[in-house]
């Protein structure tokens, strides 16, 4: 039997969270899989009794004395899954990149293994020269889509095309983007629904609220009542490691149009959907004008097809990863002097509630 432990410090995070719970109800025979959750910030990590520790939150500077004494008191293998960190990401928010991959790197040194939940945000580690094979390999993301898939397909129906896009009200999710190409979309051509949480709810109120045919909603109850009345879905993130909505949306027999960032490529298909460049509300505007006069029943059958068994190849990897670790792979050694680090890189870390952490009397834990 190998035991498998899951850390969590943040269980709102939707995706992360149901990802792994999910993960670890279908990890099957030969393994006691669980979750926990606990506290990271500038903390000292327990004792952990695991043959296999998993690593899946967000790793910043205010969490690397954790990461680094749960190396040092885990007796197990420790595998660190990034859920977060994307080119895209980097593109879009970090101020001080050298900085930045100074932290990833120190993080990934100390695992025995590094996942990545999508082939771009792989190759995007590897060309950054932050993790390479056989120490990083890609397992794109799955979560159970039984409810989703019960939904009847998309298909073309009398009167406007009916967009919706769902998650959190955050920059990250680029529903701003989508509300201004919705400027562009006459009412006759296609609807929107938003449905969600986040602190830029009501800024993305304010810039709906001339649009009659654009409706901002709070969280909806689960994504199978929100997809019942939509024909297609949006996606137009700025960053995406993965993309979990736009697994939903095709299993769900819905075609996507997604910002062509990160895990989102590699989601897509003429067959199914359109990719347009992020950040560009023109373009998205164009795509909805050209799924409005598509037959939407094909692409509806072909993107339910393309979901088929991903929850399932996703756990057969994971099992071929834990039994390769455990049966074959020696415990990655740490070199505490290659793990130092200064104040100065600490305090110049690219986002702003890192800095705030660092500047803290705190600070005094990162030599």
């Known amino acids: 039997m190998i035991a498998v432990l899951h850390l969590i410090d943040d269980p709102n995070v939707g995706g992360v969270t149901r990802g792994v719970a999910d993960l670890t109800r279908r990890m099957g025979p030969g393994f006691a ?14 004792r952990l009794v695991a043959d296999v520790v998993v690593v899946d939150f967000t790793l910043s500077w205010a969490k690397l004395l954790f990461l680094l004494s749960l190396r040092l008191r885990c007796r197990g293998r420790l595998i660190i899954v990034e859920h977060s960190y994307t080119e895209a990401y980097e593109r879009e928010r970090v101020r001080a990149r050298s900085r930045f991959r100074v932290l990833l790197r120190l993080c990934f040194r100390v695992a025995d293994r590094v996942v990545a939940v999508s082939d771009g945000q792989a190759a995007w580690l590897q060309q950054a020269g932050l993790a390479q094979a056989p120490h990083l390999l890609s397992i794109p993301q799955a979560i159970g889509t039984e409810a989703v898939q019960a939904l009847p ?3 073309r129906h009398a009167g406007p095309l009916r967009l919706g896009a769902y998650g959190r009200y955050t920059a990250q999710k680029g529903f701003d983007l989508l509300i201004a190409a919705m400027h562009m979309v006459p009412p006759y051509v296609a609807s929107l629904d938003l449905a969600g949480y986040g602190e830029d709810e009501a800024v993305l109120r304010r810039a709906a609220a001339d649009l009659p045919h654009v409706r901002v909603h709070g969280p909806c109850d689960g994504p199978a009542g929100f997809l019942a009345g939509i024909d297609c879905v949006v996606v137009p993130s700025r960053w995406e490691a993965f993309g979990l909505v736009g697994l939903e949306a095709r299993a769900a027999g819905r075609p996507v149009i997604a910002a062509a960032v990160d895990g989102l490529v590699e ?15 023109a373009a998205l505007a164009a795509a909805i004008h050209q799924m409005a006069a598509r037959d939407l029943a094909p692409m509806a ?18 099992r071929g990863l834990l039994l390769d670790l455990t049966d074959r792979c020696p415990r990655r050694p740490v070199h505490l002097g290659e793990l130092r680090i200064s104040r100065e890189a600490a305090i110049a870390e690219c986002e702003p509630a890192w800095v705030a952490e660092c500047e803290s009397p705190r600070c005094g834990v990162v030599n």
């Open 301 to 318: 059958a072909a993107a339910r097809r393309s979901t088929e068994n991903q929850l399932d190849r996703k756990v057969a990897a994971w």
């Open 267 to 281: 989601q897509m298909s003429p067959a199914w959907g359109e990719l347009v460049p992020p950040n560009d509300p």
């Open 33 to 46: 899989a669980e979750v926990q959750t606990m506290a990271t910030a500038w903390r000292i990590a327990p």
């Open 153 to 155: 397909a998309a298909r």
